[in-house]
């Protein structure tokens, strides 16, 4: 199984948590590696913004059991666990266990968003810089949303917008995409994702997702070796 093959590729996310690009910039060729990634942070952006919708469910326990041809790698396995979870569990049970672990009228027994393990507690500091970041990138809150920027799923979700394709500012040049890319994991996502992964996978209430957080880390994995590897080659450039 390769990354692209591992779920058909995402709709847009219909929850509280929105975010949209002012402008996007439309095919600057990305690779087919590139629209995997693009694919797999859309599915994360789906799997943490609310229990997933039918259509979703069926397909990821649907996939097929890895073959012999497959590669043997910490995605792939993490991958065809959570496929054994999804196969085992009916949608209401995971449904349940979304609302028992992300929502909540006061704190959530875990909690969703970047500023609390950032800072400690929410809309802090690492808020307002990350809607900085968002409006030097041309993107912006839905006004529907009933969350704030700092979710995961609206993380994952720029992070879909910057992989897929390239933002610009209507009137300004052209954005390094992977520097972009790479600027904005690591400031926003890559401090704190795996403190996050780790209270999901570690919740007494945590079935399916503590597969879903497994194959998050998985993917989260690979994507900072890359872009450790990527910064290494400007520094030795």
Known sequence: MSQHDAVEQPGPTETGVRIRPSTVALDHGQSDEDLARADLYGLMAELFGAPPADSLFNRIAASPKAGPEDPDTSLTRAWQALVAVASSLAPVAIRSEYSGLFEAVGKPEVVPNGSFYQAGALNQRPLVELREALAELGIERDPAATETEDHIAAVCEVMRFLVAGELSHPEGPPIDVLA??????????????????????????????????????????????????????????
């Open 180 to 237: 972009a890319q790479r600027a904005f994991f690591q400031r926003h996502l890559a401090g704190w994702v795996f403190d996050f992964l780790q209270a999901v996978e570690g919740h007494r209430q945590a079935v399916f997702y503590a597969a879903v957080a497994r194959f998050a880390r998985a993917f989260f994995e690979v994507e900072q070796q890359a872009f450790d590897i990527y910064s290494a080659g400007l520094e030795g450039g």
